[in-house]
């Protein structure tokens, strides 16, 4: 009998974290049990206007609001990060491992999860935060990374935003996720075994000799500054998808220097600025950071790089459905990146709501 029939293993199973593997696509997904009492704030963005005040008494991100959990956020003037409170994970779960036959397999996962709220204001979008606002987020990220690196049970450090309801946002208030792992999830596994088959077979790194490309075609390019590039990729899935890449080969976000974090922010600010100008709109979109794992080795072959992933096709309200055959077979997309770069490279850079 495996341990998944035990009554031990089953209590596990309904009570914590874990991950389960599908042996058909050969991947993991996971299972976070005890989160079902998350609070959603994310309807209540549908009634408002983007512009809508600095403060909502409302809202459990604002500074010195109480959380669902019961916690009271500090007067933070700044960049603020805390655990959060309906994490999907938890540092301190048990191990375990199951093993059906080799089909039903889970293992336990442990992790820390924590959340950044980009500035105390309510209404402050990365479109419209100053060079100030954006060195500290990029800051935080940064050091964030580096404490979470120094747990040694932790393999993987995720950050990523989900702007706005089409994409899940649980609260409009600006802010960020951090979901540190103890394995890489699928995803940067993926990546960081391409980037490893690059090195072994080239010498050289995969998104270097990709960025060297773009910048002689020049077709798909988005926006620049000396630090970073964003682009359409060559084989983006999403309507306005993009990537932002740093121009120098850096790892992760700890070998940026002080000067690359201020040009991150600005191609940040500028990528939104963009989007939010494409259907005058607060565009909602869901992203993150790529970098290499935190499970000890030195991986010189990752590269850093940000994926922007936006629901939104033709307008504000018509979105992209990735449901039929892009859920069964493969994903297809009829507007081409080069259209989509050239759009959005058009469109100037700035805010709309600045310009009335
Ligand atoms: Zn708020
Ligand atoms: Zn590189
Ligand atoms: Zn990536």
Redesign the pocket.
Known sequence: MSPSDSKEGKKWIERYPHRRFNPLLREWVLVAPHRTERPWQGRVEEVRTPSEGAYDPSCYLCPGNARAGGTRNPNYDSTFVFDNDFAALLPESPEFSCDGAGLLQARSERGICRVVCFSPRHDLTIPRMNDVELRNTTGILARQYRELESHSWIRNVQMFENRGNLVGASNPHPHCQIWASESVPNTPAREGAAFAAHQDGRHT????DY?RIEAEKAERIVCENEGFVTLVPYWAIWPFETMVLARR?VNAFVDLDDDERALLGDILRRTTIRYDNLFQTAFPYSMGFHQRPTDGAQHPEW?LHAHYYPPLLRSATVQKFMVGYEQLAMPQRDITPENAAARLRELPEIHYLDRL
């Open positions: 790194c995969l998104l270097c960025l080969h590269h």
